[in-house]
């Protein structure tokens, strides 16, 4: 079983939709949650971290279940430049554990 | 550009060649990364260093690689007698700290093609 497991898709929808990807992770020591954003052939980067709380960044909107060990990420109104693979990530000790990723494609 | 930079961009190489790779991480930042992530699949955790001293090597890090980071600035990361499923892309990242190690900033990537 992988450690970070995410729905491979590819999600393929329309402009102005809502998509909501979804992650579990196994080790329950895990410490800190984020969601990365990866274009074609370019390296990951950071799109926001996520707390049980929940937290909101403009149309994103990520939240955290440590009981049930569940991550999700809801993209509201969503734009042609959204296109990307969302990766789901947890730290462990200092080190960034991956899901496989999450392909999404935003058609006109 | 004051990023995490990589050198080469693309290698290709034939199998059984040793290939090196160089990592420039942000200056300040004292922890460095490596990462390998292939097809489809996302990156997948090889070491890290916290400046000099490599605290922490994955399993996926067989007896081939080897890294390094003499000054606690540049690292190296050396593959010999390289195979054919060790075509991927290699990743380095670099943060400042414990406390924000998360915040881990990305290369470009090295994306190594072994024929």
């Known amino acids: 079983r992988k450690e970070v497991e995410q729905d491979p898709g590819p999600f393929n929808v329309p402009e102005g939709a809502t998509v909501a990807f979804n992650c579990t992770y196994s080790?329950?020591?895990?410490?800190?949650f984020f969601w990365y954003r990866q274009d074609c052939r370019k390296e990951p980067k950071l799109l926001m971290s996520?707390?049980?709380s929940g937290n909101e960044d403009g149309r994103f909107t990520a939240q955290l279940n440590r009981a049930s060990q569940y991550i999700s990420l809801l993209i509201r109104d969503s734009k042609l430049s959204d296109s990307a693979t969302y990766l789901c990530v947890v730290n462990q000790g200092g080190k960034l554990i991956f899901g496989q990723g999450t392909e999404l494609s935003v058609k006109p | 550009d004051t990023g995490v930079s990589q050198n080469p961009r693309h290698k290709i190489t034939k199998r059984g060649q040793n290939v090196t790779f160089r990592c420039d991480p942000i200056?300040?930042?004292?922890?460095l990364y490596w990462y390998r992530q292939t097809l489809g699949q996302g990156p997948e955790f090889l070491t890290y260093f916290q400046n000099e001293a490599q605290l922490e090597k994955s399993r996926l890090l067989s007896d081939r690689f080897s890294a390094e980071r003499p000054k606690g600035s540049f690292s190296t990361l050396e593959i010999q007698r390289t195979e054919q499923g060790d075509s991927a892309m290699y990743l380095c990242a670099s943060s400042l700290d414990l406390l924000s190690a998360y915040e881990q900033y990305f290369g470009p990537g090295t994306r190594l093609t072994v024929t």
């Open positions: 200056s300040e930042h004292n922890r």
């Open positions: 080790n329950s020591a895990s410490q800190s």
């Open positions: 996520v707390y049980s």
